[in-house]
């Protein structure tokens, strides 16, 4: 199996933390270890966007990741550890409404590691299903979707009390934690997850609605940012999304982050920041 996975070349690296135990061909797929601070609950979010900063195309039926990765195997691979990696995964609703299929295991991402990621949670004593928290303040969620069902997710929602009422009946075996009336903080909503699940290591694959409402409250510690070598241009008739809106920073304000990493999987960057507090 080792031999099928990507490998990727470390170009930069800054230490930090305690390593997680990676499987040796997760190592090598890596480039190297894979290393968290220990103690607090730490966010990190990830994303890939094109060389001019978009997410999404915000095409119909082009909306998702895969059409700015186009499934480059690095940054699958990618995917796959820090969801393995994770405690759990927060997700947004408007992500879910846009990738219906998604459930944030690392099986489905990159399902040739699938066994490696299984062994790499057996090793820190995680569960095997993922934990997928999704966020909604509305409560409009389509509950039949996959995430909701899949033996591979242990779901919650987290929502306001409004979003709650909304839900309420219609959830059968999903829990659901409400906070706030009707749009929770983004502090709320991890505070939630954490005593929800006990977690640590919290993987936001949140869009950038949730994730620019994270970096003004300073509940994101981390951006793990794969750019793939296209643009995609904006037009008055198709704006896309950028990788944080409809947020916007004063100059003097806005979110600064350190360079932690730097890696490369064919023509595409891999980059790791840590967000100044
Ligand atoms: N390229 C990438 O790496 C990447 C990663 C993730 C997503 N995406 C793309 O980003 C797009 C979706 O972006 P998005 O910004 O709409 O998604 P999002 O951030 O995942 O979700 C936004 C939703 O979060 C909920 N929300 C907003 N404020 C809230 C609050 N204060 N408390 C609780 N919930 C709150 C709202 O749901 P309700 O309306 O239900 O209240 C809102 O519609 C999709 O096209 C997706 O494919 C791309």
């Known amino acids: 199996m080792a031999a099928a996975l990507p490998r990727l070349e470390t170009l930069y690296e800054r230490p930090q933390g305690s390593p997680l135990p ?11 270890q894979l290393s968290f601070p220990v103690g607090a609950p730490h966010v990190f979010a990830n994303f890939v966007s094109t060389i001019d900063g978009l997410v999404s195309f915000g095409l119909p ?3 998702g990741a895969a059409t700015i990765s186009k499934g480059n195997a690095g940054d699958r691979a990618v995917m796959g550890i820090l969801r393995a990696a994770a405690d759990v995964v927060v997700a947004g609703a408007g992500t879910l409404r ?3 299929r998604v459930t944030w295991t690392p099986r489905q991402v990159f399902p040739k590691a699938a066994d490696l990621f299984a062994e790499m949670r057996r090793a820190r004593g995680l569960p095997p299903r993922t934990r997928v928290a999704i966020v909604t303040a509305s409560g409009d969620v389509d509950i039949s979707l996959g995430v909701f069902h899949s033996p591979d997710v242990e779901p919650l929602i987290v929502t306001s009390v409004a979003g709650a009422e909304r839900l309420a009946g219609r959830t ?6 409400a906070v ?7 502090r709320q909503v991890i505070d939630a997850v ?3 699940t006990g977690a640590r290591l919290i993987l936001s694959e949140a869009g950038p609605t949730l994730f620019g409402r994270m970096l003004a409250e300073h509940v994101v510690d981390e951006l793990f940012l794969t750019l793939s070598p296209h643009v995609a241009g904006r037009s008055e008739e198709r704006r896309g999304m950028s990788l944080v809106e409809p947020t916007a920073f004063h100059p003097e ?4 982050a350190d360079l932690l990493g730097v890696k490369r999987s064919d023509d595409y960057l891999l980059l790791r920041y840590a967000f100044r507090r």
């Open 172 to 177: 059968r075996d999903v829990p659901v934690r």
């Open 22 to 32: 990676l499987p040796d061909a997760l190592r090598q797929c890596y480039g190297g």
């Open 61 to 63: 039926g082009l909306l």
């Open 194 to 196: 954490v005593a929800e």
């Open 180 to 186: 706030g009336e009707r749009e929770p903080t983004m």
């Open 253 to 256: 304000r806005a979110p600064w």
């Open 98 to 100: 846009a990738e219906p």
